[in-house]
């Protein structure tokens, strides 16, 4: 007969912040999770910082005030979606999109802007495709290579993760770099880029993707040039 493992604290407390994000569009705060947990603010500090050592979560610098949960970001940014009923905020124009798997591929709705001009964007995703891109030149941006990525993630969500309404406007904006540096992607390949990272973060043992794994999985998507090795 198999045993199960029950699930440890930290996956417990990591549901529960996604589960509040999902239900709430913000973060529990400290004082919820010690209350939901029957723990003193201690324990709880450190247990936000292990789940922040393990890549669930970003807080605030110098806090335990939670401030991503990827897709989720806890502040107003440029990268609006709404599903379920709700309106959330993404981390970047890559988290929009991740949200559609993250739920299961139930429909979303993302109102961003592009990063260069500020021209609105709209997209529509539903059953695991972008149904509504408009304009229809839009691309996301990935100004930095994904061994990049962490180095600094607060900033690169927030900078380098982003819209653009067409090619043209990418090319005159700042962050335009080489193709060996950087990523365009239809809104389309972005979410099939994000389905193994994010399809079971609403569930109990969601584990991130080995490197070996994700690396297999951009190949499975014609990905395998420099910027896409890990």
């Given at each position: 007969m198999a045993v199960t493992s029950l699930p440890t604290l930290a996956q417990r407390m990591r549901l529960f912040i996604f589960r509040h994000f999902v239900e709430h569009a913000v973060p529990p705060v400290v004082e919820q999770l010690m209350a939901e947990f029957n723990l003193p603010r201690d324990a709880v500090e450190t247990l936000l910082g292990e789940l922040a050592e393990a890549r669930s979560i970003a807080t605030v610098k110098g806090t335990s005030r939670i401030l991503m949960a990827w897709p989720f970001s806890a502040v107003a940014t440029p990268f609006v979606v709404r599903a379920r009923g709700k309106r959330y905020f993404a981390?970047?124009?890559?988290?929009?999109?991740?949200?559609?798997?993250?739920?299961?591929?139930?429909?979303?709705?993302?109102?961003?802007?592009?990063?260069?001009?500020?021209?609105?964007?709209?997209?529509?995703?539903?059953?695991?495709?972008?149904?509504?891109?408009?304009?229809?030149?839009?691309?996301?941006?990935?100004?930095?290579?994904?061994?990049?990525?962490?180095?600094?993630?607060?900033?690169?969500?927030?900078n380098t993760m982003v819209f653009f309404c067409s090619a043209e406007h990418r090319e005159e904006s700042g962050l335009a770099a080489p193709a060996t540096q950087a990523a365009s992607l239809t809104v389309d390949e972005a979410h099939q880029v994000g389905v193994p990272l994010y399809k079971d973060r609403l569930r109990i043992d969601y584990v991130r993707p080995s490197r070996d794994a994700l690396n297999a999985h951009f190949a499975s998507l014609g990905l395998t040039g420099p910027y896409w090795r890990i």
């Open positions: 981390n970047c124009s890559w988290d929009a999109i991740a949200f559609h798997a993250m739920l299961g591929e139930d429909p979303v709705r993302i109102e961003s802007a592009c990063h260069h001009c500020a021209r609105p964007i709209t997209i529509e995703m539903v059953g695991g495709h972008a149904t509504l891109v408009e304009p229809r030149t839009t691309i996301t941006y990935l100004a930095l290579k994904p061994t990049q990525w962490w180095e600094d993630i607060i900033t690169t969500c927030s």
